[in-house]
């Protein structure tokens, strides 16, 4: 079963469920999905856990009665013995956004480079780029993703508690950034130098570009 199904599901279950219980099992659906598990282990484990409750509720037992006191005591162990994910750090994560961002635009000058190079025998605005342009991209590229992240961390899933509310002040922060740049970009692209750039160059860095996510970036 799919996690989207199993958590579906879950949703049903979770309305069979008493006030007192379905309050004390999303502290414990919480703690589990916040934890390390994987994700399909962890829906698992979260219907098998109210289809216990279920039963005993049936049996006019509560949830303290069935997995005791504390809501994430009956998940502790489980929690605590899973595989940890191997997280990105920072640099990387920042590192990683302007380089992907890059690579998409260097291969967007190599395909319509060589396009209008193939049809016109010229390769016109895509000969040449600007430094403006390369700081503006990479910069550019992190914003963006901010505020997508953001956007993202805003949204919870029907079935779910949402553990914390959406930052509409960070996010005004990222926009106005983004505002800024594309403003500052119609006076400054003339104060940088243009070079001139060759699609099979482009072709070269993006494939260059491209080695580098998977090796360095996405490697196993």
Not at 128 to 151: D, H, N, R, Y
Not at 162 to 175: A, D, E, Q
Request: proline letters at 5%.
């Amino acid at each position: 079963m799919k996690v989207k199904a199993m958590i579906k599901q879950n949703n049903v279950l979770r309305e069979q469920m008493t006030p007192f219980n379905r309050s004390y099992y999303e502290d414990m659906l919480l703690g589990l999905r916040a934890s390390k598990v994987d994700p399909v282990r962890t829906e698992e484990l979260l219907l098998e856990a109210a289809a216990l409750l279920l039963e005993g509720q049936g049996k006019g037992k509560n949830a303290k009665e069935i997995f005791g006191e504390h809501p994430g005591d009956y998940f502790k162990e489980i929690a605590g013995s899973a595989p940890a994910h191997r997280e990105r750090s920072k640099l990387n994560y920042y590192l990683m956004i302007p380089w992907a961002a890059l690579t998409g635009l260097f291969s967007v000058y190599a395909v319509a480079g060589l396009l209008l190079l193939w049809s016109t025998g010229e390769a016109g605005m895509f000969g040449q780029i600007s430094i403006f342009t390369i700081l503006a991209v990479g910069a550019g590229s992190i914003v963006l993703i901010e505020i997508i992240m953001k956007w993202l961390s805003s949204l919870s899933e029907d079935d779910a508690p949402k553990p914390k509310p959406f930052n509409i002040k960070g996010l005004g922060i990222y926009v106005g950034i983004a505002i800024i740049v594309v403003f500052l970009g119609i006076f400054l692209d003339n104060l940088f130098p243009v070079i001139s750039l060759s699609p099979w160059v482009s072709l070269v860095v993006a494939v260059a570009g491209g080695l580098g996510l998977k090796f360095i970036f996405f490697k196993s």
